[in-house]
């Protein structure tokens, strides 16, 4: 399965949570990259349609959610998911702010999650 990159294991819920919205969208999504950019998860996805078209509804409402997201990152532990405030860099909840993350969460292109 080929991945499109990981992030920090704290940010799984979130990145759950939007791939299920996206999924409840009615139209294909693929998911061209994931990272964190300036402390933000970034999730980058198109729906199938919208790569050959202009961005109709689903289109439009794919980019709410991933947006809501990258909000949702910035005040989410990237380490363990606990509340958190970003820093320059990184949002870590004080007690992770001194580690790296060790679990990291991956996604494919097909949206399909695992861990790493
Ligand atoms: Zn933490």
């Known amino acids: 399965m080929s991945q499109v990159g990981c992030v920090g294991g704290g940010?799984?819920?979130i990145i759950f949570d939007a791939l299920e919205?996206?999924?409840?969208?009615?139209?294909?999504?693929?998911?061209?990259?994931i990272k964190?950019?300036?402390g933000e998860l970034r999730?980058?996805?198109?729906?199938?349609?919208?790569?050959?078209?202009?961005?109709?509804?689903a289109e439009r409402r794919l980019m709410e959610i991933l947006d809501a997201a990258r909000a949702a990152s910035l005040v989410t532990c990237e380490v363990c998911g606990a509340q958190a405030v970003a820093e320059?860099?990184?949002?870590?909840c004080t007690a992770c702010a001194?580690?790296?993350?060790?679990?990291?969460?991956?996604?494919?292109?097909?949206?399909?999650?695992?861990?790493?």
Not at 98 to 116: D, F, M, R, T
Request: overall charge positive.
């Open 11 to 13: 940010w799984y819920r």
């Open 21 to 33: 919205q996206a999924g409840q969208l009615g139209e294909p999504v693929t998911y061209q990259q």
């Open 36 to 38: 964190e950019k300036w």
């Open 43 to 57: 999730i980058y996805g198109r729906t199938v349609r919208g790569q050959y078209n202009p961005p109709g509804d």
């Open 88 to 92: 320059r860099t990184r949002v870590r």
């Open 98 to 116: 001194e580690k790296n993350p060790v679990h990291l969460v991956c996604l494919s292109a097909a949206g399909v999650i695992s861990h790493q």
